[in-house]
C-alpha cells in the first residue's frame, strides 16, 4: 500500500528560495513558455498552473509527463534569467512510500551465527541488485513470525514512484539470503504494534517486559 501523496501529474524542482521567490513572481508567464516549448516537440502534456510548495516549485500539468516532457520543463526553467543553474538543486516527478515485507529469511543468521538486525538486512538488500535505486524511507522492521519460529519477517518502506514502476519491479521477486530464498511481497501497513524481543508476545517492547 503506498501512502497519500502528490499528484502524478505533478512536476517538483528543488532550488534556492531567492530563486523560487524570483521564479514564482511570473509564473503565468512561464506556464504559456513551458506550453510552447513542449507544444514544439508535440507533446500531448500541458501545464495547467505553478505554485510554490515546502521550498519547491510545483508544475502541475493535465497529464503524466514522459521523460522528454521533463527534460523541455528542465531546460526551459534552466534558460530563465532570474534562475541560475548552480542554484537548481533537482527535477524529479513525486513519490510515494511503498509498504513491503520480505519473509523466508531465518531469525539466527547461518553465516555470522547472530541474530539478523536492521544494519544486517540493510547490507542484504545492498548486496541485491534488484534493489539498486531502491531508497528507504525508514528504518527496516525486524518481526519473528511467532515465538516458536526461528524465521522473520522483515518489514521495510521504501519511496516508491508515483506511476508504482518500482512497486511492479519487486512483488514477488526472489532472492538468496545465504542458502535460503527469500521473497518480497506487498503488504497492507507497516506494523505500528510493538513485538517484544524477550517473550515475542505482541503489544509491548523489551524495556517492559514482564517475563
Given at each position: ?134 531508497f528507504l524511507a525508514l528504518k527496516p522492521r525486524i518481526i519473528k513470525v511467532s515465538p516458536k519460529s526461528d524465521m522473520l519477517i522483515i ?57
Open positions: 500500500m503506498t501512502t497519500k501523496g502528490p499528484s502524478q501529474k505533478q512536476v517538483i524542482i528543488l532550488m534556492n528560495i531567492n530563486s523560487t521567490n524570483s521564479f514564482i513572481k511570473n509564473s503565468s508567464t512561464h506556464v504559456i513558455n513551458i506550453n510552447r516549448a513542449l507544444k514544439n516537440i508535440k507533446s500531448n502534456i500541458m501545464v495547467d498552473s505553478i505554485h510554490v510548495n515546502n521550498k519547491s516549485i510545483v508544475i502541475t500539468t493535465n497529464n503524466i509527463t514522459s521523460p522528454s516532457d521533463l527534460q523541455t520543463i528542465e531546460k526551459y526553467v534552466k534558460s530563465t534569467v532570474c534562475i541560475e543553474a548552480e542554484h537548481m538543486k533537482s527535477l524529479r516527478l513525486p513519490q510515494s512510500k511503498l509498504y513491503l515485507k520480505i519473509i523466508g529469511i531465518p531469525y539466527l543468521s547461518e553465516h555470522t551465527n547472530s541474530y539478523i538486525i536492521s544494519n544486517n538486512v540493510k547490507k542484504i538488500l545492498k548486496s541485491n541488485y534488484i534493489f539498486n535505486n531502491v518489514w521495510i518502506n521504501i519511496w516508491n514512484t508515483q506511476s508504482g514502476s518500482k512497486a511492479k519491479c519487486l512483488i514477488n521477486r526472489r532472492f538468496n539470503v545465504g542458502s535460503f530464498i527469500a521473497t518480497i511481497q506487498s503488504a497492507n501497513m507497516n506494523p505500528d504494534i510493538p513485538q517484544c524481543k524477550n517473550c515475542w508476545k505482541w503489544g509491548h517492547s523489551v524495556s517492559i517486559c514482564r517475563i
